[in-house]
């Protein structure tokens, strides 16, 4: 059973820092590309960051200079580090995974998601 587990959420000041991570069960994150996707109230869901198994990273506008998405093949971690937060970036923060080609451009082609961990910048 494939699973998706986010920690590190929380609440921070504008300007703070988070550094949220995902922890899988049952498969190993040098074999998947890997991203965060997030969602706010009222919002559609949008992607943050990505990293495909050659460990090449994308990451979209709102997340450029401010979040770096690493991956930990030994820890078979995850993580998402976010400096210099604002409101904006108030969100439920989702882990997610997949195994075939996807993009950051389309939550669709992801196929594994964790439950979320709550962001909020107050």
């Known amino acids: 059973h494939v699973q998706l587990v986010e920690s590190g959420g929380g609440s921070v000041q504008t300007g703070g820092s988070l550094r949220l991570s995902c922890a899988p069960s049952?498969?190993?994150?040098?074999?998947?590309?890997m991203a965060w996707f997030r969602q706010s109230p009222g919002k559609e869901r949008e992607a943050v960051a990505a990293?495909?198994?050659?460990?090449?990273?994308a990451y979209t506008d709102s997340a450029k200079g401010r979040f770096t998405i690493s991956r930990d093949n030994a820890e078979n971690t995850q993580s998402l580090q976010m400096n210099d937060l604002k409101p904006e970036d108030t969100a439920v923060y989702y882990c997610?995974?997949?195994?075939?080609?996807?993009?950051?451009?389309?939550?669709?082609?992801?196929?594994?998601w964790g439950q979320g961990t709550q962001v909020t910048v107050s």
């Open positions: 990293i495909r198994r050659d460990d090449l990273t």
């Open positions: 997610v995974a997949s195994d075939l080609r996807a993009s950051i451009h389309s939550a669709s082609t992801w196929s594994l």
């Open positions: 049952g498969l190993s994150v040098s074999d998947f590309s």
